[in-house]
């Protein structure tokens, strides 16, 4: 019947016997990371180029972000709206740093039909159905969304427009990363429109600090607030807000950012309005996001040799109940207990998986709900029973200690607490020990070759300065601090003067 | 600046003017509802052909509809994934009913890159960046999907898979309608894989009736269960489940479809599974889905020539609050009662938005929010303050009343749930009224031409026989009732012998 189908029972059989063995960090931090994703059942590869399939349990963890984001936004006055998969080529050419930087690697829509093939071999394009105009896969929104503006707005009153869009977006990368860097990826849109450049700038702001609380709160993934160089400005903004995390590996990634478009697109899509003095005036714009590319900065940011370590605030199952027993009675005596625990933690609010299954042994279930980041594991067996006591497991330090059944709930909201501010801690100990100052050009080249991490230098301000240590370091400019000092100095690389130090690193 | 913004203005102004001025429902009811459509800032057509922007109104109505299916979908077990937006082409041409049906209108991508034109006018094709097999945009994804699913089933254990995903898709339709038909869409997709033929069937008949149940419960629209004809039957599958829903026109509307597909996908995608038994067999499946149509059907169902009818669960604002002032002082004393009110309508999980804009009248608002469809309408004014009353307007009836404001957040409370129930019982017994009995080739024709609505008649069960029905009076097998009875009888068209009834009508 299939082809290979022996083989590939056999890898498979092979796969879930190694589901525990990962590629350690030390060993191989870019192959640790993909054995994760693939054995956590995070995210595949698909059949199509550089396109990833987001598995259940990855897609869980996605949809509790953005839960929280869309939360988020419209508590902050935001609403949602869909905008069309399709930009019309000619609307990229509209904005002169936007086509450089977004419509060259993007896919082409030129046909809309297909046929049979007349050699009988499948369907083949229908010459015939090419269309007049060429259409480009979204790969972000502005073009169409200010195209559509136009028609919104007239008056100052219709103005601030604070629209957010969930939607896929397609960038032709050549090399591609699961979650990190992917052809089509998963995100959200904001495009505002404002009757003033302060009120534009304002909900810039607002964003890039939306941002960072939702990293830091949520994610347990602290984050620095900055501004862009010129070099890594979107396309088409006049400043570009980012949060930068750092990953185990002494990597940063960047994880959102939030632009301040000016009248750009305004000009480019000719979206005028009225302002309160009746005198005609371009609009301002904002646009920001953030994508599925979060998923691999929370993967990175926290997990270990043994598997993920999930904030228990996005974990999709937040507590696991694994029976020990040997015989049928025993099951049946524990199963009764944990009916009485279940509904107390769901009171709580609390997410729990009773994992019953007969199938499989109590210590292949600690090792998959360890690859799987559940914060909290309850085991219990008969001696359990017996003292009224239950085997309390966290992910995030591996501790384990038995403690009486009674008040477990309670004892277990505050633990998942507890794990979640541990794990920020962590994360933020180990960004702090990784933000290293640099006075000089040797002094630069070492901490980034050889201890990665954020390298905190001056910098003449050039473009040009950027590119160079680039070339010869790999390192980029992350950010300029928002909260970062005036401080007098000399350029690492050029030795010009600099008023201000700013964050270099090896990115994602 | 702008050119013609002193028509465009004009124009605009007009359009605001005219809010409320709606074609009527007898005048022409292709009119009403594109005037509604856009008059009620529910969605546009977009610079691209075919494809609609949801505007930020719309879009919470359908917001409310996935938050309630995507509850319904995981209380029954399902999950949510997400597969590629891109289809590589030869998959099409593995399931022959399926490619024919799909693979013929549809986006096509033949490049991944543009390049600056070398006449300096805008960005072309770049011709080295031709795909080596061109990518279809998903007009569904049963195929990449069951591609997929081939890597992740080996044993009857990994079975059952209830996957849901939320997603656009686009067909290459060439007459569009907002929301009934448009080239890209939004909707979910289950796909589901099972280990025997019953459990798919159970799976299948598990959701149409789940999607009835949505449609009845929070659309307030009635719907006939049934079971395709083979000519209207979904492209690749054994039997396609149907809700049928009969809007204010008589025409029926399609509402949701649930597929069982046999093995059919599991064979052109060689997807086996090993059976208790140590058996290989392929396996079994079903597909399922709804879509951004049901605002199409849902505005149909129950408007009117003033607006939108919206029943209250799926109401983005169930209540609004309007004051009734003249002077600044009694908007004040107003506003000071409402904000009493306003917290125990919320602490009863009601909506509400008080609309105290100074530059609208009273008249403009209810005339506003008429036109929106919010469910209930409070005023009041100095009197009301005075007296201790509130004035009540529900949309379904336009009744009014004065009431007392003490307790009127119970009183809205057991409102909003009439209200559902009225708009519901309104939408059945229209619907009742037009199901009629034909008996004879003529009565049918007759029924069809000058009433519309459903006609329940004998059909010998012959594609030829519907498809000629089909050509002469446009009516087409909208489904054969679940609930139908066993009756002898001739069908109407050829004469032949026909076993029960099946429910015919000119269709959206």
Redesign the interface.
Known sequence: ???N?LN??KI?TKDKEMAKELTSRSENYSQWYLDLVLKADLA?N???RG??????YG??I??KMQAQLDKMFKDTGH???????????????REAAH?EGF?????????????NDPDGK??V?DPDARLEE????RPTSET?IW??YR?WI?SH?DLPLL?NQW??V?R?EMRTRLFLRTA?F?WQEGHTAHSTREEAIEETVKIINLYAEFAEKWMAMPVVKGVKSENERFAGAVDTYTIEALMQDGKALQSGTSHFLGQNFAKAF?V?F?NKEGV?EYVWATSWGVSTRLMGALIMAHSDDNGLVLPPKLAPIQVVIVPIYKKMEELAAISAKVDEIIPKLKARGITVKYDDND?RKPGWKFAEYELKGVPVRLAMGPRDLANGTVEVARRDTLEKQNLPVENIDEYVEILLGEIQENIFRKALSFRDENIRKADTWEEFKQLINEKGGFVSAHWDGSAETEQRIKEETKATIRCIPLDGEEEAGQCIFSGNPSSRRVLFAVAY
């Open positions: 019947m299939r082809k189908q590939k029972s498979y595949e698909s059949a199509v396109c990833m399939v987001i598995k259940p897609y869980a996605w949809e609403v949602n709206a869909y905008f069309p998969l399709f930009i019309p080529k000619s609307f990229f050419s086509v419509a060259k690697e993007c896919a082409v829509v030129t046909h809309y039909r297909l046929k499948g369907v394009i060429e259409l480009v896969i169409i195209n559509t028609n007239q009153r629209i939607a896929n397609v032709w089509e998963l000719d005028l009225t005609q199938n």
